[in-house]
């Protein structure tokens, strides 16, 4: 288990430098308010290909260095990308990583689908498990996950990565994680299959994406008063396909990787409008120097597209250490 923070020879032939994709990389629905979230010239832009099934994007803010990690699940690794470096070996094996998120610290959480538990990259370069266990049976496989503001977890364990295993836990959940305490429990079991998880710009509602191409919807799911949660309640529908990834911008608008690209919807659930990609996202993020460029993992390639937002923040300051 090693973490590699330099360039490795292995990825020269991916070092691509981004290339035009296609011109029709839009279709908007409400055209005027589609319309402000892109500046004007943006496109689809390949930034890297050649990988065998890309996942779980983070950007990791400049000062833990200015990097995209995501995730190739097959290849058994979690890459990083730069513009300046572009893409290199993080982390190999990766125990199946898929979602990645990034704590309060900037420290990176993984979902791993082979060792079924949600680990933690600390500073030191150790691995330290959080969850892989819940009422004494282990997890499916951990998805994706989202930090609060108040340092815990969020994430989903649907059995995507089970890879015939046996299933242990009763259910597909959604779990809240306190990594100090390491209590873990399960706050939704009731949607079928979920996966992409995000909280809106002020951290009312919790988003969690159901990837069943019978009822492709993203639910959203109350906090009450007393800071549990209230029912989730189907909210945005994807026309094509499922969906999987999910991000909120800060204006609370959520962007959701599906069959055709990336769809985008107001809070309300009103869709305003897709970003077409040339291969099938199964998640995305905000990142960049300025926050605002939408990375999209694409099956065997990385796109990305200049936007006018940035991701929705949790709410309150970080606790100090
Ligand atoms: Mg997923």
Avoid at 99 to 123: F, P, W, Y
Avoid at 247 to 260: N, P
Avoid at 271 to 288: D, Y
Wanted: a neutral charge; hydrophobic letters at 40%.
């Amino acid at each position: 288990m090693s973490t590699r923070p330099a360039a490795v020879s292995v990825s020269l032939l991916l070092l691509a430098v981004a290339v035009p994709a296609r011109a029709e990389d839009f279709a908007p629905v409400d055209k005027d308010a589609f319309a402000k979230l892109f500046p004007e010239g943006a496109k689809v832009e390949k930034v890297a290909g050649g990988m065998k099934f890309t996942e779980g994007p983070v950007w990791v803010p400049a000062e833990r260095g200015g990097m995209l990690l995501f995730s190739d699940i097959p290849a058994d690794e979690i890459k990083r990308w730069t513009p300046a470096e572009g893409l290199a070996v993080f982390r190999s094996p990766s125990r199946g990583a898929n979602g990645n998120a990034s704590d309060l610290q900037g420290r990176l959480i993984t979902c791993e689908h082979r060792s079924r538990s949600v680990v933690r990259n600390d500073v030191d370069g150790k691995l330290r498990t959080l969850a892989d266990a819940y009422n004494g049976r282990k997890l499916n496989s951990p998805n994706d996950a989202a930090v609060r503001s108040d340092g815990s977890v969020w994430f989903t364990d649907p059995p995507y990565g089970l890879e015939g295993r046996d299933k242990e836990q009763r259910g597909n959940y959604v779990f809240r994680l306190d990594p100090e305490t390491r209590d873990l429990k399960a706050v939704i079991v009731e949607i079928q299959w979920p996966n992409g998880i995000c909280f809106s710009p002020d951290e009312s509602v919790l988003y969690v994406a159901n990837s069943d191409i019978g009822n492709a919807v993203i639910y959203a799911t109350p906090f009450k008063k007393d800071g549990t949660l209230g029912t989730p309640q189907p909210r945005f529908k994807v026309d094509k396909g499922a969906p999987d990834g999910i991000r909120c911008d800060a204006d609370g608008r959520v962007w959701s990787s599906a069959g055709d690209g990336v769809q985008v919807f107001a809070p309300d659930g009103k869709l305003l409008g897709k970003v077409l990609v040339p291969e099938q996202p199964a998640n995305l993020c905000f990142g960049g120097d300025d926050g605002k460029t939408l990375f999209i993992t694409a099956r065997t390639s990385l796109y990305a597209i200049k936007t006018n937002v940035t991701a929705a923040k949790p709410a309150a300051a970080p606790k100090a250490p």
